[in-house]
């Protein structure tokens, strides 16, 4: 989504180094941090296509799973 809203090319090689220092700051786990990073890039992408997480009692891709 925000790609279709701001003229940017994606750099998929592209370095943040203030993001990736606060993310080891507050999430030292790094399985816990690349897990994050995918979430909040699903959020800002707005796609839809993983399936993640545990619903019980209820078929993947059904809805109601959403926790961001």
Do not use: H, Y
């Not at 997480?53 to 109601?64: A, I, S, T």
Request: hydrophobic residues 40%.
């Amino acid at each position: 989504m925000v790609t279709k809203l701001v003229p940017v090319v994606f750099d998929p090689d592209a370095e943040c180094p203030i993001w990736e220092l606060f993310l080891e700051r507050i999430l030292p786990d790094p399985s816990v941090r690349r897990f994050a990073q995918r979430a909040l890039g699903w959020c800002l992408t707005g796609d839809v296509s993983e399936q993640n997480g545990e619903r019980k009692g209820r078929p993947r891709g059904v809805g109601g799973g959403a926790v961001v």
